[in-house]
């Protein structure tokens, strides 16, 4: 084998033994998605916008959070852009979860 080969090889299993080939691919495979995503619609890689549905924003907020203190950065970017509905800053979700857990009635036998 020649030299590049086996420094090819050395540095693939390298990166597989500590993990991060893994995560250089779902960083790749977030980029394309973005990227496909990103569009306007016209040219048939993007989803048009009136074909895309809507989820409660409390809903889109309670993943984008978990995702983000995860660090699952790049799936949340992804999931943001299939999303037609933008996150709640923390405090405003936490704010309208509390209220509607005090707003709920007892549970009742």
């Not at 090819?8 to 299993?13: E, I, S």
């Not at 852009?81 to 709640?88: A, V």
């Amino acid at each position: 084998m020649s030299a590049p080969v086996d420094i090819k090889g050395d540095v693939v299993h390298r990166l597989e033994a500590d993990g991060a080939l893994s995560h250089i691919r779902t960083q790749i495979r977030a980029t394309v998605y973005r990227a496909l995503l990103s569009g306007d619609g016209d040219n048939g890689y993007g989803a048009p916008a009136e074909r895309l549905r809507a989820a409660p924003p409390q809903l889109v907020s309670v993943v984008a959070d978990f995702l983000q203190r995860s660090d699952l950065d790049s799936t949340r970017d992804v999931f943001l852009c299939e999303s037609s509905e933008r996150p709640l800053p923390r405090d405003e979700l936490l704010r309208g979860l509390r209220g509607r857990l005090c707003e709920r009635p007892a549970h009742q036998p």
